[in-house]
């Protein structure tokens, strides 16, 4: 049965006449007239009774009224703590993710000034154990370096990454300035990494890996110190190339890297989820 009808119901039974109880709710008196029939037809019984000028209950009526004046308040209850769990953001964000969409997409929205409480990162290894977590309701969002192929995940691109091979200042000085890359020894990605497949992709060998990592901070670190080369996204090493600290090595053809991010299609999002979603689609 529709809330309003409660309402109308006992407007009526307040005022005991049904012009009154139109005018209060801005119904036309068929209306209201239409409305009580309503609620009498769907109870089997007669809750109101003409004496005279005005209308009564009848003792179904004040059974009626006892019901709907409970069902009122605990409707009312229900919208009031719905909206303060909306205002102050309580429901959990569980979120998949990478080092480098971690640490340079998600965390700067985490700052106090947006009030998020509860939010929970999870740092996936590859894509396939991203799109498994959400696949398993573990992930409300997941982001990704690669294509999400299936259908049911509505994909947004947010940043397309250079991939560049880097190496640190002193190694390349140590080899004369070297532009070739098989000059260097290599810090590799581990097998099945996106980055690993990248440059699989554009080389017919690799150079002599010297260390693999699955972390690409833990790769971008060890080119600092000059243990190796490496192929990382433009996101991750910019600074250290504006500074000097690292060096760009030529790579042609230029190979980019999609950060994606994906929920389930026709999500509902939460207010706290809108809210990530929103800052997070304004920072890129």
Known sequence: MDINLFKTFLTVANCKNITHAAEILNFTQPAITAQIKLIEKEMHAALFERIGGKIYLTPNGK????????????????????????????????????????????????????????????????????????????????????????EK??????????????VGKALYLQHNQSLNIFDYPLISFKEGCTYRK????????????????????????????????SFLPNLLIKDYLNSGQLIELPCQPNTFVTLTLGFFKNKHFSVQEQLFLDLLLKSI
Not at 117 to 133: F, Q, R, Y
Not at 153 to 161: Q, R, Y
């Open 63 to 150: 059974i009626f009224m006892r019901h709907a004046n409970n069902i009122l308040l605990e409707y009312n209850s229900l919208k009031k703590d719905i909206y303060l769990s909306s205002k102050k953001n309580f429901s959990l964000i569980n979120i998949g993710v990478s080092t480098l969409c971690a640490s340079y997409l998600v965390t700067p929205i985490l700052s106090p000034q947006n009030e998020f409480k509860n939010i929970s990162l999870e740092i996936c290894s590859n894509t396939d154990s991203a799109l498994n977590g959400l696949v398993q309701n573990k992930f409300d969002f997941i982001i990704c370096h690669t294509d999400i192929k299936s």
């Open 198 to 229: 990248k440059y699989e992709h554009l080389l017919p060998k690799l150079p002599n890996i010297i260390m693999e990592c699955s972390n690409s901070e833990a790769v971008r670190d060890a080119v600092l110190n000059n243990i190796g080369l």
């Open 153 to 166: 995940i509505t994909k947004i691109e947010l940043s397309k990454e250079k991939m560049i091979w880097t």
